[in-house]
């Protein structure tokens, strides 16, 4: 790890607190804004993850998959892989096939699927 990549890796940190603090104030705030709360949980979670791979100086593809980012960090002997099978089923529609991703982590239905994004983005930050 180079001093160069553990700066950048700093600020993409920077900017998941930033997300993640915005998620907070939108989704528990007196008016709540659930879908865009959720949608900062998922940046907030996504840049954490970016943070680590820059950390690691490991190149990383311009998207916005949780599942695909994590799969970069991932090794048998990492300790990533509850945390991808977290973000994968927090991705996954209930009602969609385990393969497609999608509605449920960017625009959950419900308050629990609410605190899972928030949790797991607080988790990856």
Do not use: N
């Not at 099978?85 to 209930?94: D, G, H, I, L, Y």
């Amino acid at each position: 790890m180079s001093p160069e990549s553990l700066i950048l890796a700093g600020a993409w940190l920077k900017k998941a607190s930033s997300d993640l603090a915005a998620a907070s104030i939108l989704i528990h705030g007196e008016q709540k804004h659930l879908d865009v709360g959720s949608y900062h949980c998922q940046q907030a979670a996504e840049k954490a993850i970016k943070a680590y791979l820059t950390a690691r100086e490991t190149l990383f593809p311009k998207t916005h998959s949780l599942e695909q980012l994590l799969d970069l960090c991932a090794s048998p002997a990492d300790t990533v892989e509850l945390q991808h099978a977290q973000a994968v089923e927090s991705t996954r529609s209930p009602k969609k096939s385990r393969r497609r991703a999608v509605r449920t982590f960017h625009f959950p239905q419900s308050g629990a699927s609410f605190t899972k994004a928030t949790s797991f983005a607080k988790r990856a930050v």
